[in-house]
């Protein structure tokens, strides 16, 4: 697979040529950080994004007719989510009804290592509330202690998002808690999303980016002035793990050389 490598205060940069060398490209990644977690303690936590682009790698890595699947010790991985809307788990739109399909439904996962975000709720601040303390639970975090996910994988808005952190909305400058509704003027709904401090808290974070309309918004993320109001992916810059952008060809167009 031929690849462009670019290191940058941003993180690596990783240019493949079309969708699909960039999902097998992640789908390596996962299937590598996965099985050094499960290697070091026994487990490996990730936290999901919703969208196209991470809908196929999730296809991709469940698929019977190929290699991914069967290197993935999948009773070892506990799986979360980045983001959800506020709707039910078997609506259209809900990225959990979308992993389910596309991945968690084909794969041997103990139904207790998945854990959703129950977007049913129609209090989206209790649903967020309840999130937080599930993160709480299982990462045994005391007072003022983050969560810390071995992956997150996570995408870009043509408007500059990332997860359900849009621009203009309060969650960009929440730096206590875990978990947060927002509210998005734009779809004048809430979404429930992770937020900044958990994000830079991982271990390793991968964002995907695919297609042209994307192309000015990721040129503007990683080399104009840092405004995270305006780009609030511009926010993800881990403390201590690794940032990796898995960007194709047409999405990278922009780019400087």
Same mark, same amino acid.
């Given at each position: 697979?031929?690849?462009?490598?670019?290191?940058?205060?941003?993180?690596?940069?990783?240019?493949?040529?079309?969708?699909?060398?960039?999902?097998?490209?992640?789908? =390596?990644?996962?299937?590598?950080?996965?099985?050094? $977690?499960? #290697?070091?303690?026994? &487990?490996?936590? @990730?936290? !999901?994004?919703? /969208?196209?682009?991470?809908?196929?790698?999730?296809?991709?890595?469940?698929?019977?007719?190929?290699?991914?699947?069967?290197?993935?010790?999948?009773?070892?991985?506990?799986?979360?989510?980045?983001?959800?809307?506020?709707?039910?788990?078997?609506?259209?739109?809900?990225?959990?009804?979308?992993?389910?399909?596309?991945?968690?439904?084909?794969?041997?996962?103990?139904?207790?290592?998945?854990?959703?975000?129950?977007?049913?709720?129609?209090?989206?601040?209790?649903?967020?509330?309840?999130?937080?303390? =599930?993160?709480?639970?299982?990462?045994?975090?005391? $007072?003022? #202690?983050?969560?810390? &996910?071995?992956? @997150?994988? !996570?995408?870009? /808005?043509?408007?500059?998002?990332?997860?359900?952190?849009?621009?203009?909305?309060?969650?960009?400058?929440?730096?206590?808690?875990?978990?947060?509704?927002?509210?998005?003027?734009?779809?004048?709904?809430?979404?429930?999303?992770?937020?900044?401090?958990?994000?830079?808290?991982?271990?390793?974070?991968?964002?995907?980016?695919?297609?042209?309309?994307?192309?000015?918004?990721?040129?503007?993320?990683?080399?104009?002035?840092?405004?995270?109001?305006?780009?609030?992916?511009?926010?993800?810059?881990?403390?201590?793990?690794?940032?990796?952008?898995?960007?194709?060809?047409?999405?990278?167009?922009?780019?400087?050389?």
């Amino acid at each position: 697979m031929k690849e462009n490598p670019i290191l940058s205060a941003k993180g690596e940069i990783r240019i493949l040529a079309n969708p699909d060398e960039l999902n097998r490209r992640a789908a =390596e990644e996962f299937v590598c950080l996965s099985g050094e $977690a499960v #290697q070091a303690k026994g &487990f490996f936590t @990730v936290a !999901l994004s919703g /969208g196209g682009t991470p809908k196929s790698l999730y296809s991709l890595l469940a698929s019977e007719g190929d290699s991914f699947r069967s290197r993935v010790s999948w009773d070892k991985i506990h799986f979360f989510w980045g983001d959800e809307r506020h709707v039910s788990p078997d609506r259209p739109d809900s990225n959990y009804r979308m992993v389910q399909e596309a991945m968690l439904s084909k794969v041997p996962v103990p139904p207790e290592h998945i854990h959703r975000i129950k977007g049913e709720n129609p209090n989206a601040s209790e649903t967020a509330q309840e999130y937080e303390q =599930e993160l709480r639970k299982f990462f045994w975090l005391g $007072a003022g #202690q983050l969560p810390q &996910f071995d992956l @997150v994988l !996570l995408g870009l /808005g043509p408007d500059g998002h990332t997860a359900s952190i849009f621009p203009g909305t309060d969650v960009i400058l929440e730096q206590r808690r875990h978990v947060v509704a927002s509210w998005v003027e734009k779809f004048n709904a809430h979404r429930v999303t992770l937020t900044p401090p958990v994000f830079n808290n991982a271990a390793c974070v991968i964002v995907l980016v695919t297609g042209g309309e994307k192309a000015e918004t990721l040129r503007a993320v990683l080399h104009e002035e840092y405004r995270p109001e305006r780009l609030p992916a511009q926010l993800i810059r881990p403390t201590r793990g690794r940032l990796l952008w898995l960007v194709d060809r047409e999405a990278a167009r922009l780019l400087p050389p």
